[in-house]
Nanobody
Framework: VQLQASGGGLVETGGSLMLSCRFS????????IGWFRQAPGKEREFLGS??????RTADSVKGRFTISRDNTKNTVYLQMNSLKPEDTAVYYC????????????????WGQGTQVTVSS
């Protein structure tokens, strides 16, 4: 499995970004795709995940971040609105066949990460 994350960049406070995660190598619909982020000196944080049947968003970003999935393109998106400086981090997507979607240790494959920087 390969995961290619893209869409990061520099944005001002209050701005928006949409991250993409393209999946290849196995049957996309068999996997849960999760989004995580990690800021310097902090633990990796679960943001949300989605399978073909539906998804969930972490309370910490609910209302600002939305996860969606296009099975025709083998791609998962993370739409981020009302961005804050504390959202600055490296954002990762990951794929899981089964397990707890909230635990990064239970994901099988990881993308390379994409940097998001929110200026104040």
């Amino acid at each position: 499995v390969q995961l290619q994350a893209s869409g990061g960049g520099l944005v001002e406070t209050g701005g928006s970004l949409m991250l993409s995660c393209r999946f290849s190598g196995r049957t996309f619909t068999n996997y849960e795709i999760g989004w995580f982020r990690q800021a310097p000196g902090k633990e990796r944080e679960f943001l949300g995940s989605i399978r073909w049947s539906g998804g969930r968003t972490a309370d910490s970003v609910k209302g600002r971040f939305t996860i969606s999935r296009d099975n025709t393109k083998n791609t998962v998106y993370l739409q981020m609105n009302s961005l804050k400086p504390e959202d600055t981090a490296v954002y990762y997507c990951a794929a899981q066949y089964r397990g707890s979607v909230y635990r990064s240790q239970e994901y099988d494959f990881w993308g390379q990460g994409t940097q998001v920087t929110v200026s104040s």
